[in-house]
């Protein structure tokens, strides 16, 4: 797909939270040495709205999508109140960039010092754990220096469920088993002041039914405990758009947590919680990569495996690409693989990544949907960091926001309708 460059009206960001577009920089002047990242703050938005108004119950973001304080500010402008960070540097953030957000620290193996940091400095008062150990190293540091221990705390149990239904598992490393849960439920209802059950079916999940399966272990571990539960937390897993992984519309999702959810054998005034990472934040962001040589159907770009495509190298993730060349090329498409700029084998991005067959040397194309562990996972490995980021207010390559009327009249022609 190509698409014209100058139609992407690049601007230099300018400081948080003001849009200036058009200033006046272009690819074809500037030739940017660096990748370039561009940023959509209404993608962002929009996704943030959607959740406030159609999620039944409060969605808060899991920061380690992408913790880049913009996009904070942004979430929280447009309702986004809670945060769910997994460590103490993602709790500083947040509690720096929005001193009146609330932290929950949804990691269940954590430092004591980080637990005791977050509660007593930073007012976190909901924790998760899987475990017994980390329910009483939650108690010892959430104690006061007199003895006396919290009464405030929201504890959430996490259960293990399947990741059947995920492009990305989350299903070994953490969460309670059947045989555990009935005595961690009981032991942290005696220590909590709320007590929540949480779980993870995994990063990219392309059907509801992934959350009806964890809601069924959910009630079993309700009716074997018996235990009042005031918390049910459905975790991420919210899926975006990616070339080959079209979800159904997250509307779906929703009916399908909040039928199970109204079914569950908890307190009438229980909340539903949610944790959303990717689909928030996945639209949020695209890169602009530079052509240093191509070597038949391989494209040595100045983006990689240690830069925002970490995804794509190690677990083949794809992304939608788009040649920025002017005039337009008017090739056929052909599949590309790619290479990173550092000097080891393992920064290859295998794709198929399709762009006009006669993409070449010196030649700027547009990776897309990057705004999720994208950007976030950039390293400096090798000296080949970031370059500059630039604001700008066209549409975002693929959406999963973008499929009512209203929206077809803002479309770019290189939306996918889903
Ligand atoms: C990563 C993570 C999320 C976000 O997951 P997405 O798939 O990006 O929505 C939410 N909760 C926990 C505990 C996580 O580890």
């Not at 007199?146 to 239904?165: F, H, P």
């Not at 090329?329 to 399709?354: E, H, K, N, Q, V």
């Amino acid at each position: 797909m190509a698409k014209h460059y100058s139609a992407l009206g690049l601007a230099p960001l300018s400081t948080a939270g003001s849009s200036v577009l058009g200033g006046g920089i272009d690819i074809a002047t500037r030739r940017p040495v660096d990748p370039v990242t561009l940023v959509r703050p209404h993608a962002a938005a929009r996704a943030a709205r959607f959740f406030v108004e159609k999620f039944p119950g409060r969605s808060m973001y899991a920061v380690k999508a992408n913790p880049s304080p913009d996009l904070l500010q942004i979430l929280w402008d447009n309702g986004i109140t809670h945060y769910d960070t997994a460590s103490i540097a993602e709790v500083r953030l947040v509690k720096a960039t929005l001193p009146d957000a609330v932290c929950c620290f949804m990691h269940p193996v954590k430092s004591e010092e980080a637990i005791a940091e977050a509660y007593f400095s930073h007012d976190v008062r909901t924790f998760s754990l899987d475990s017994l150990e980390e329910l009483d190293k939650i108690v010892r540091a959430t104690t006061q220096q007199d003895g006396v221990a919290a009464t405030d705390l929201t504890l959430c149990v996490r259960l293990r469920v399947s990741s059947e239904y995920a492009k990305l598992s989350l299903g070994s490393k953490f969460g309670a088993g059947p045989a555990e849960t009935k005595a961690l439920l009981m032991a942290t209802r005696q220590v909590a002041d709320a007590l929540g059950i949480c779980f993870h079916v995994g990063s990219q999940t392309m059907s509801p039914d992934a959350y009806t399966n964890a809601m069924e272990r959910v009630r079993a571990a309700i009716v074997d405990a018996a235990v009042t539960v005031d918390v049910i937390d459905v975790g991420g897993g919210f899926p975006s758009a990616y070339p080959g992984m079209t979800p159904p519309p997250l509307e779906r999702f929703f009916e399908t947590i909040h039928r199970a959810f109204e079914s569950l054998p908890i307190s009438y005034s229980a909340e539903l919680w949610a944790e959303p990472g990717r689909a928030l934040c996945a639209e949020y962001s695209s890169v602009v990569v530079r052509v240093e040589r191509r070597r038949g159907t391989e494209l040595y770009i100045n983006d990689g495996a240690y830069g925002t495509l970490f995804d794509a190298a190690h677990i083949g993730w794809k992304y939608p690409v788009q040649l920025l060349r002017e005039p337009e090329s008017d090739a056929r498409d052909m599949d590309f693989s790619f290479w990173g700029p550092t000097c080891d084998d393992l920064d290859y991005m295998a794709g198929p990544f399709p762009l006009p067959a006669d993409t070449n040397t010196g030649d700027y194309f547009e990776i897309g949907m990057l705004g999720a562990y994208g950007v976030a996972m950039r390293t400096g490995f090798n000296g080949f960091g970031t370059g500059e980021t630039v604001m700008v207010s066209d549409e975002p390559m693929l959406s999963v926001y973008l499929h009512d009327e209203a929206a077809d009249e803002h479309r770019g022609s290189n939306v996918v309708k889903l």
